[in-house]
């Protein structure tokens, strides 16, 4: 769940289950569903039938969404030999659904560990090879924030940060324990918990961890699961077994400058106790899973204030072995020798007869009268969640939650208005350093946004090209505020019919974040960037616009050193499977973002850090492998896609996040020229094809369905009468889109205009409609005939009547119409729209790209529209389809609702009151 809707809706969801007043001890128990650890929990993985057990390890709950994450162990094993061999340990992200008929877990996707150059991490249990460093046996996972993961590794011991796609960005390690290095963990490596934590016992690393969040400051408190014993380090003889178990407390406010706060001990009723898992309570208590084999487990509070701090005692912590071979600090504290004070406990609920098993594994503390509880598979049986209500509840603080974030100042709609709200002019910002940090400074083309017009270097007065913005795609986070726009190829113009020239070849687009701000006082809208990522490789490496062949559009031409031709020989063309030319992006879950590319076509998918982790390429096609782009790469669409014209790849995109479902269509027809050999279609067809995708899982993504949608007659609606200018059918183009509601999507289709209008419509397109034509072979034959025309690209955009029904289609906003002809609000707003977002029903953002200005276009701006006819629009994040809806649910929506409304209408009146004169100024 991404916006304000999901988190009403989801907390609504689990108040049937997750009670929150006093009532008698119960228990409600949901097991895991079958998930196969191969495609599914494991995307890389061949499939192995039979694994479909996850064992999960350790737990954690969202306090303010209730949503769910789990961590597996290190996989199926037999003796320390993987029965899966190269299974990554993963983090799941789930909830429990409680209506009627419909309980049970809900996994929404997987994440499989990885270190900094996206390769799996290894799952290997403590107790088995110590050479391994970077094996991972995780305990235990907890939020530091709603995209931020720590967990507990019984080895080392070991605390990983990690992030949404599953990177791991920080190791924290016993201090001294130098075999970990930067390198070979592939993550920043932080010697920071206490160096006798190496000493641990073979089945005895860290086991517990837990992450409480207050004013700003965040604590990570993690605990061994037994006592020291010093079997691990080099030449020591193992003590024996104590009840005394070391515990550290981390202040992590910036996760990568991380300070032991204390190290304390906590004192076990007898030695065959262990703990199994810890929860914040407040930031002085912390609740303990403890467990015995043969006996049910108990609940124990842990007061942190209480007990000696021994971090920085050298007795304790002497990592020296004595005349017994016997690791010194094991004996002064394990052993008994020296006397030490430990932290309070209080046993607050003995599970017997509530969860009467010994295989407890997980606890998360939900609220202050339930916890949820995970009974591991052990790799025998399927893992089972306990949700327990205690009847005399704890004493639980709730704390901050994880990453909240501030909302924007985007102007609400008032009924009544057909106008361009507001104008957001891209600022100012150099390409080199700020756009594109990778870039040292460059004198051909310097700005992004520059605020003055742009001369085409080719022109007579031979100006470089110094301004201008490339925006070509763009998506709203409700929950957020944010919003996201990326550039698109970089600098280019058309030298010729035949050629392109490429004035920054080393240019790599990126993504701009960034939120629409009213400045109410001064009736100036302002854009304010957040800033911009790189789009690059998963091995870091930045990316170029630069197609992956020369046949990708007209031939390259570059810049003429000195000079302001940008027309001139380009004689460093080599391939580039991982070239981009984004037409589009989207949010995704877990931080993650989803463009689309019109070179392969493909579809890239890419993290915070902008490296991209998934590439979808047509089935078949060919040199697009994981070296070359630096990601998966999954030929997931179909095949016929390679077919598409030149320069006219995939341009829009719509994903619903609730679904996890994607649709990407293409720019224009196809007319066969992507496939070798081939004759182009002269015709100018009329059919453009979409794929929808699955994409629960992006490294593992699912082709649903292949539809076509007919765009619009340019006799018809392109007129000279309606648009002042004529526009050819091959002029029609799709560039955006956005999802409407449950099977709808918002298609932008627009042709050409003159300065007085605005050729864009906006369509509605039901995607539940039409014939699924993915498995009909003759629209789908990428074979040539006798006169070299692909087979495919005949039998659908080679005819006018070919037979199979389109989704249906019908125009919902005709833009020309509702800014109005010759207004203020069109000589505003070119045709040149790349990218489209809706904030509600009523209310739409668009994104003008101009090209990075070497065409007179003016600058990039972005414009909010109010739209009098509203769109049938629902919330992107609402609960599934199978989803029950409670009366609390009903609730959470309308709330939900009126919440964005309130935070949308901040100005909208200031703005409505401005005078055309302002508005002619923000030009």
């Not at 929506?893 to 401005?914: M, N, Q, V």
Request: glycine share 10%.
């Amino acid at each position: 769940m991404r916006n304000a809707f999901g988190l009403l809706l989801l907390a609504a969801s689990a108040a049937g289950e997750f009670q929150t007043s006093a009532g008698e001890d119960r228990v409600t128990s949901y097991s895991m569903p079958l998930q196969a650890l191969a495609g599914v929990v494991n995307p890389f993985l061949d499939e192995k039938p039979g694994q479909n057990d996850v064992n999960l390890a350790g737990v954690a709950v969202n306090p303010c969404t209730e949503e769910i994450i789990a961590v597996t162990d290190a996989g199926p094993k037999a003796q320390c030999a993987p029965v899966v061999a190269g299974f990554a340990p993963s983090l799941g992200r789930m909830r429990l659904l409680t209506g009627e008929g419909n309980e049970g877990i809900n996994v929404d996707r997987w994440v499989p560990l990885l270190d900094n150059m996206f390769t799996p991490l290894v799952g290997m249990p403590s107790e088995c090879s110590t050479a391994m460093v970077k094996a991972f046996d995780p305990t235990d996972v907890a939020y530091i924030n709603a995209d931020t993961f720590a967990y507990s590794d019984a080895r080392g011991p070991k605390v990983l940060i990690g992030t949404e796609t599953g990177e791991v960005l920080a190791t924290y390690v016993p201090q001294d324990a130098k075999e970990y290095t930067n390198e070979n963990m592939g993550s920043e490596v932080f010697a920071v918990l206490p160096k006798i934590f190496a000493a641990r016992a073979k089945n005895g690393g860290l086991s517990s961890l837990t992450v409480y969040q207050e004013g700003g400051k965040k604590l990570l408190a993690a605990c061994m699961a037994e006592s020291l014993n010093g079997e691990l380090v080099q030449s020591a003889t193992a003590a024996g077994a104590s009840t005394a178990v070391r515990c550290a407390v981390l202040d992590i406010t910036k996760y990568k400058e991380p300070v032991l706060v204390m190290q304390k001990v906590l004192k076990l009723e007898s030695t065959a106790q262990r703990v199994a898992d810890a929860a914040f309570l407040s930031d002085k208590k912390v609740l303990l899973l403890v467990t015995e084999v043969g006996k049910a487990a108990k609940l124990v509070e842990v007061n942190l204030a209480t007990g000696d701090n021994i971090a920085d005692d050298s007795k304790f912590n002497d990592m020296a072995l004595g005349p017994d071979m016997k690791v010194k600090g094991v004996m002064a504290l394990e052993g008994g020798a020296d006397a030490f004070t430990a932290m309070t406990m209080t046993v607050v609920k003995d599970l017997n007869g509530v969860v009467s098993t010994d295989a407890l594994t997980g606890l998360a503390v939900v609220n202050e009268f339930n916890v949820l509880l995970v009974e591991g598979g052990m790799n025998t049986k399927v893992s089972v969640m306990h949700t327990v209500h205690l009847k005399d509840g704890l004493s639980w603080t709730k704390g901050a939650c994880p990453a909240t974030a501030g909302r924007t100042g985007i102007p609400q709609y008032r009924a009544g208005g057909n106008a361009t709200v507001a104008t957001y002019i891209l600022p100012s910002q150099p390409l080199a350093g700020e756009v594109n940090p990778s870039l040292t400074n460059d004198t051909k083309l310097n700005c992004f946004g520059c605020n003055r017009a742009c001369n085409n270097p080719n022109k007579a007065s031979g100006v470089p090209c110094k301004d201008g913005a490339g925006l070509s795609g763009l998506s709203f986070d409700a929950c957020t505020g944010s919003m996201v726009a990326v550039t698109s190829r970089g600098p280019v113009q058309a030298c010729s019919q035949s050629a392109q020239g490429f004035a920054l070849p080393e240019f790599t687009p990126a993504a701009m974040q960034f939120e629409l701000q009213s400045a109410a006082h001064t009736h100036q809208p302002k854009l304010l960037v957040k800033g911009w990522t790189e789009v690059k490789k998963g091995d870091n490496t930045t990316v170029t616009g630069l197609p992956f062949k020369s046949t990708d559009g007209a031939a390259l031409k570059g810049h003429v050193s000195g000079t302001s031709d940008v027309c001139g020989a380009f004689d460093d063309f080599q391939p580039r499977a991982s070239g981009l030319w984004l037409d589009e992006v989207h949010f995704l879950y877990d931080g993650m973002f989803i463009g689309v590319d019109q070179y392969a076509p493909k579809v890239v998918v890419w993290g915070q850090d902008g490296r991209v982790v998934a590439t979808y390429v047509p089935a078949g096609l060919e040199g697009y492998t994981e070296e070359a782009t630096g990601s998966v790469v999954r030929g997931v669409l179909p095949a016929i896609f390679a077919a598409r014209t030149h320069g006219r790849g995939l341009a829009a995109l719509a994903v619903h996040p609730a679904k996890n479902e994607a649709v990407v269509c293409m720019k224009a027809p196809m007319n066969g020229g992507g496939i070798a050999n081939a004759q182009a279609l002269a015709a100018p067809a009329r059919f453009i094809r979409c794929a929808v995708l699955d994409i629960k899982n992006v490294r593992s993504p699912k082709l649903l369905a292949q539809k076509y949608h007919v765009v619009s007659d340019a006799s018809k609606e392109y007129t000279v009468e309606k648009q002042g200018v004529v526009t050819k059918q091959s002029d029609v183009v799709n560039t955006a889109a956005a999802w409407l509601s449950e099977d709808k999507i918002l298609l932008v289709e627009r042709g050409m205009a003159d300065e007085d209008h605005v050729a864009v419509l906006f369509y509605e397109l039901d995607m539940s409609t039409g014939d699924d034509i993915q498995d009909n072979a003759a629209v789908n034959d990428i074979s040539l005939d006798a006169d070299k025309y692909v087979k495919g690209v005949k039998a659908l955009e080679g005819t006018t009547e070919p037979g199979l029904a389109p989704v249906a289609a019908k125009v919902v906003v005709n833009m020309n119409s509702q800014v109005g002809k010759g207004s203020l609000a069109a000589k505003r707003m070119s045709s040149n729209i790349e990218g489209v977002t809706l904030i509600n029903e009523h209310t739409a953002v668009l994104a003008e790209g101009n090209d990075f200005g070497m065409v007179d276009t003016g600058y990039s701006k972005i414009h909010l529209v109010q739209l009098n006819s509203a769109l049938d629009f629902e919330p992107n994040c609402r609960p599934k389809s199978d989803d029950s809806l409670t009366i609390g649910q009903i609730i959470g929506i309308c709330l939900g609702g009126a919440l964005l409304a309130g935070i949308l209408l901040i100005s909208y009146f200031f703005l409505a009151g401005a005078s055309a004169e302002r508005h002619q100024e923000m030009q």
